[in-house]
């Protein structure tokens, strides 16, 4: 899941329990309030269009949100429940989630426990791991490796160690990806100086219009020739364009 809204841009966890402040609480109160038009607490829908309006996930993916976080069963989404899916989002956005879930992880842990039986199993992992980016074969592989008892399922212990594994396997991919960017903008721009360059270059070598070249002729790099105070002036301004872009 990714947050693609600017509205909790200013929002923030606090670093040390990755809570929110009161200013923030109150932040997020006042935008429950103007979304809860009837007073009773969001229904299936005001949250459908809530989500869809802050992150990329699709229709299915939303609905399954709801059930997860409407822990009480009551088809409504109090602020309780607003409050918890506002503090994940907030860390999704500002890249904190491991600092989250090492927080918070017995509650993380129990809004994946769709069926309350004290451990997540492969089919709840699959369900709701989305919610913090938990997806992917290499995620799949992680799960293997923790699911120490190989009963498919993981308790709580099993499941904090996990998360933690999880969400470096993810950092370690933004970094690569990262990476690979950065690799590639900087080549585009070296070809796009190379480029540059070699204009600069064919400039020196093309006659001015007195007839003399502005730089020295292929073959005679090197020996002395002499150029017109016009022509000495464009060729020292070639060359501090050349030194400034290299």
């Known amino acids: 899941m990714k947050v693609t809204s600017n509205v909790l841009q200013s929002v923030h966890l606090d670093k040390t329990y990755s809570l929110l402040s009161g ?18 607490g969001l229904n299936d829908l ?3 269009y809530f989500m ?21 069963g009551s088809g409504e989404i109090d602020f309780d429940e607003f409050y918890l899916l506002s503090c994940i989002l907030i860390a999704i956005k ?4 491991k600092q989250f879930i090492y927080h918070h992880s017995r509650t993380v842990f129990d809004i994946m426990d769709e069926d309350g039986s004290n451990t997540i199993d492969a089919a709840e992992f699959e369900n709701f791991g989305f919610l913090f980016n938990f997806h992917g074969d290499a995620i799949k592989a992680i799960f293997k490796q923790f699911d120490v008892s190989g009963d498919q399922e993981l308790d709580y ?4 160690m996990f998360a933690m594994a999880c969400i470096d396997h993810q950092n370690e991919l933004e970094k690569e990806t990262k990476k690979k960017a950065d690799l590639k903008k900087y080549k585009e721009e070296m070809k796009e100086k190379k480029k540059m360059l070699k204009d600069i270059a064919n400039k020196v070598n093309q006659p ?29 301004q070639l060359f501090q364009s050349t030194c400034i872009l290299l």
């Open 23 to 40: 200013r923030n609480v109150k932040i997020m109160y006042e935008i429950y309030q103007l979304l809860d038009i009837h007073e009773t």
């Open 46 to 48: 005001q949250f459908y």
């Open 52 to 72: 869809k309006s802050m992150t990329d996930l699709n229709k299915r993916h939303i609905y399954k949100v709801f059930d997860m976080l409407d822990l009480d």
């Open 94 to 97: 500002d890249n904190q989630e």
């Open 157 to 160: 212990k099993e499941f904090k």
């Open 208 to 236: 001015s219009k007195n007839g003399n070249k502005v730089g020295p002729a292929e073959g005679q790099i090197g020996e002395a020739q002499e150029l017109s105070p016009n022509d000495k002036e464009e060729y020292n």
